[in-house]
Nanobody
Framework: QVQLVESGGGSVQAGGSLKLSCAAS?????????VGWFRQAAGKGREGVAA????????IYVGSVKGRFTISQDNAKSTVYLQMNSLKPEDTAMYYC?????????????????WGQGTQVTVSS
């Protein structure tokens, strides 16, 4: 069974940093074309944050996090990271890692095939 496990969430002050990790197992990492990060704040829908193409390393970000967040990967470890800097209270959400077999649209949650359990990020003012 394909498994994705997130870690690295926590509580930080505004302006601080966190680094999330997503470890994949149960399949060949590069068989997924895209791995992405999504977030869901309380009472809101799921939002695509960032994605990375596993082979080429091309990255995509939602506009609100450009310049603050960086997605990266370690193919040998089958792990994707999300470095989050200059955090704002509005970044507070449950963050989910997801993997997509197809190479189409990268920030549409309904198109992803596998999902992790999520890790909570809380940013205080």
């Amino acid at each position: 069974q394909v498994q994705l496990v997130e870690s690295g969430g926590g509580s930080v002050q505004a302006g601080g940093s966190l680094k999330l990790s997503c470890a994949a197992s149960g399949y060949t990492y590069s068989s997924n074309c895209i791995v992405g990060w999504f977030r869901q704040a309380a009472g809101k829908g799921r939002e695509g944050v960032a994605a990375i193409y596993t082979v080429a390393g091309t990255t995509i970000y939602v506009g609100s996090v450009k310049g603050r967040f960086t997605i990266s990967q370690d193919n040998a470890k089958s792990t994707v990271y999300l470095q989050m800097n200059s955090l704002k209270p509005e970044d507070t959400a449950m963050y989910y890692c997801a993997a997509k077999i197809g190479c189409g649209s990268s920030l549409i949650s309904s198109l992803y095939n596998y999902w992790g359990q999520g890790t909570q990020v809380t940013v205080s003012s």
